[in-house]
């Protein structure tokens, strides 16, 4: 079946805001996505090393109640990103495997970048404590400066940057 | 009155399940704005898609003004709310790496889970990138605490920064918003890459 067209950008921004605006009012929190990432890390660390993660200070903060570090608001919010992630494709018809990419690089290529570009991603939203969604997004809905700052220092830093890595995209 | 899981004192198991639900509708809406695609993303960094700007404040500005909306009716308390408190170091530094990651990559880390969502390749190789990034901050956050915590400012709200009143820097927002909307349908004819837009 033909693939359907993407939602409004402005409807699909009110939509984005309404589902910030619940957990704001639900749970009295923001959005998050990288936070999700460092659990994941976090409990795969506890299930390989254990000794190593509970001499850690880093780690060992996140096994003190005896629990799974995977049952956690954010842990459980991002396994829902992906439901709701799935539902989206399946009913705009766009469940596929591919890898995207610009026809005038080799997937070799872009999967390389992809999985740097995580590295420094994720790496740089441990460091600013959130990252688009929990710094800046969330962030900007409480009028917090970490928000607006954040926001300006990624944007301004992916446009000081997009000059060297323009052939990777156009 | 919200938020309601602190003021009703929510069981746990109701906290995760709200979550969860929560995920839903952020993984749905990322998907359906186009997030789950890097080629689309990128273009705003290359002025021929310009889907992030649009989408990011007005999604900011409904869940500010809707927030202002519930605290004025009594029905939010936004004392509540948690505002992310500002290391003003780690905030920067961090954000430049972001930067720089977002362009390599072609996601952040929401945009990477919702292309997961639907199969792309590249973002589950972004988000195993995204682990190891976790690891080594983790490993590495004994020698970088100076940065981690320098120049700590508490949760320092920008109307009050700024010395204005909320509602008027609401309005600030909007019109800056609506001024980057129109300037970004601008960019979007001035830097239009057909070739780009008819495949994502």
Redesign the interface.
Known sequence: MEKRK??N??L????????????????????G??G???Y???A??GAVDKDHAME????SKYFENGESPL????A??????????????AI?H?????????PKITTRK??L??????????????????????????????????????????????????W???S??? | MGPLSIISEFPEWLNLLIALFIGVGFGFALEQAGFSSSRRLAGMFYGYDTTVLKVFFTAAIVALVGSQLLSFFGLLNLKLVYVNPYYMNATIIGGVIMGAGFIMGGYCPGTGISALSIGKIDAMIFLLGGLVGAFLFAETSPYIQTIFLGNYKGAMRIDEWMGVSTGVFTFILIVAAVFLFWLSELAEKRFSRPEITSEI
Do not use: D, H
């Not at chain 1, 939509?15 to 749970?27: H, I, K, Q």
């Not at chain 1, 850690?56 to 780690?59: F, N, W």
């Not at chain 1, 829902?80 to 992630?85: C, D, E, S, T």
């Not at chain 1, 766009?94 to 610009?102: I, N, P």
């Open positions: 993407y939602m950008p402005y699909a921004g009110t939509l984005l805001g309404f589902v910030l605006l619940s957990a704001m009012f639900l749970s009295g929190r923001g959005l996505a990288s999700g990432i460092k994941a890390m976090v795969i660390v850690s200070p880093y780690y049952k956690n608001w954010l459980l919010e991002v396994f829902g990103m992906v439901l709701g992630g799935f539902i989206s494709g705009s766009r469940l596929k495997f591919k890898v995207e990419k610009s872009r999967l970048f992809a999985f740097f570009g995580g590295v420094f991603f994720v790496y740089g939203a441990q460091l600013a404590r959130g990252c688009t969604s929990g710094a800046a997004l969330s962030g900007m809905a409480v009028l917090s400066v970490a928000g607006f700052v954040t926001m300006v220092a990624i944007f301004g830093s992916a446009y000081l940057f997009a060297f890595f323009r990777l995209w156009i």
